[in-house]
């Protein structure tokens, strides 16, 4: 959206003070994701109340997925851009400068999936990107509520993909983080190549592999049954691709495991990160879980807890299952009272807390590159490690002389904070 609005002439303002224009971007898939997104835009309508702030844009998934009803809500609001209609922003926007006429552009259907002509600002320090490599899924989970937001899956193609990339590269990202609602599924609505059949993720992450001008690729959200061989060799084997890999594994019990919809097993997961362990040197595992889906019993829990203590995830998200419109699971009987849910909840991160901090000591005294995204004054830096994703996995403290944003340092790990870790450069 910024990379549209420049394109079409408008100034992109460093502070919410100086804007004329308030755009917020909102997420809606869970009950927290929402109320953040509406707590956004209540405070900066209050902003609007005192400050230079003409008009509020709410965009994204929340007006997608509410559209009129939201507009009813929040009166505050003057546009409403669903993930539909976001590559027409500029001209929306030239619309309602024109007329004071509240205005809802959310179209049903997919999201509108960009591509390497597609203007792009980055923000923060421009040398990590995210780059969406496909968009929608085609996959049933219970309790999800994407598929119903974002439509059926539509991949990118590898030359679009590759080339953002190379763009990307060029104008001084070190770092691209691959993104989809379901990354594995890359690449099975595209053409077949002759001889070859359709293209296929590894053969993406080959291509990219080559990009010379970019240091770290990383892959998010790999659908655990849909994790081939050939998938696990480049992220094994690759010069760039790093052997970083998110897999949400959502549970740790059959029977919830059953009831998500997820077509796997507890002992099938168990056997994928083995053999995600086994082939993948310095192998960094992420995965996401949901307590409190409806019919999970202590004993359910405490599979998940056992789960997670045996399998020793490098790193782990923890969310609280909400009910959500449009899903399967909002049908279903036997809801976990939200009091036990949030104890689930804070007890798993306890759980995860310990093995985090066993994994995090263990790092002391090893030496490691880390890429410095900020500056706190010319001798302390907070960069990040190649296990460490961009805003989820921690950070690292890094002091030193001659620090560069947008730079790699050597450094040795000195010490560990929650799940930040301290060194010095070397
Ligand atoms: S694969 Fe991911 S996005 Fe797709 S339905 Fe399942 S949880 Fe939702």
């Not at 004329?20 to 009950?31: D, H, L, Q």
């Not at 990339?165 to 770092?175: C, D, P, Y």
């Not at 909400?322 to 399967?328: A, G, M």
């Amino acid at each position: 959206m910024l990379g549209c609005l420049a394109e079409s002439g408008y100034g992109i303002a460093e502070e919410l003070s100086d804007a004329t224009i308030a755009v917020i971007n909102t997420c809606s898939f869970i009950g927290s994701a929402r109320e953040e997104s509406i707590e956004a835009i209540l405070e900066v309508a209050d902003l609007r109340e005192k400050g230079t702030l003409k008009s509020l844009v709410v965009a994204g998934c929340l007006p997608q997925r509410y559209g009129k009803e939201l507009a009813k809500e929040l009166p505050e609001v003057d546009i409403f851009i669903g993930t539909s209609a976001f590559r027409g922003i500029a001209d929306i926007l030239d619309q309602a400068d024109s007329e004071t006429n509240r205005g809802i552009y959310v179209e049903s259907g997919s999201t509108h999936l960009y591509d390497d002509r597609t203007p792009r600002i980055l923000l923060g320090a421009g040398h990590s990107a995210y780059i969406k490599i496909a968009e929608g899924c085609d996959r049933v989970c219970a309790f999800c509520a994407i598929p119903g937001i974002r439509g059926s899956f539509q991949s990118r193609t590898l030359e679009s993909v590759v080339k953002e990339a190379e763009q990307l590269g060029e104008s001084g990202v070190r770092e691209l983080n691959l993104v989809a609602q379901d990354s594995t599924s890359w690449g099975k609505d595209l053409s077949s190549i002759p001889g070859k059949g359709r293209p296929k993720l590894h053969q993406l992450l080959h291509a990219l592999d080559q990009v010379s001008s970019v240091d770290w690729i990383r892959l998010l959200y790999v659908y655990p049954s849909a994790v081939t061989n050939e998938l696990i060799e480049i992220l094994s084997s690759g010069q760039r691709v790093l052997p970083y890999v998110d897999v949400p594994l959502q549970h740790g019990s059959d029977r919830i495991l059953k009831a998500m919809r997820r077509g796997t097993t507890a002992d099938l997961q168990r056997k994928l990160v083995n053999r995600l362990r086994a082939s993948i040197n310095g192998l960094t595992l992420r995965t996401t879980v949901i307590v409190g889906f409806p019919g999970e019993t202590d004993a359910d829990y405490d599979e998940l807890v056992s789960f997670v203590k045996e399998m020793q995830f490098d790193k782990l998200g923890v969310f609280r299952y909400s009910d959500e419109e449009n899903t399967k699971a909002i049908e279903l009987s036997k809801k976990v009272p939200r009091k036990i849910s949030r104890e689930r909840y804070k007890n798993l991160i306890k759980v995860q807390r310990e093995i985090m901090k066993e994994k995090q000591t263990d790092q002391i005294g090893k030496e490691d590159r880390v890429l410095l995204d900020s500056l706190i004054n010319p001798s302390l830096g907070i960069g990040r490690l190649s296990s460490q994703a961009p805003e989820i996995d921690g950070v690292v403290h890094v002091a030193g002389s001659s620090l560069k944003i947008g730079q790699f340092a050597s450094v040795r790990i000195t010490g560990v904070n929650e799940i930040d870790l301290r060194a010095e450069v070397i």
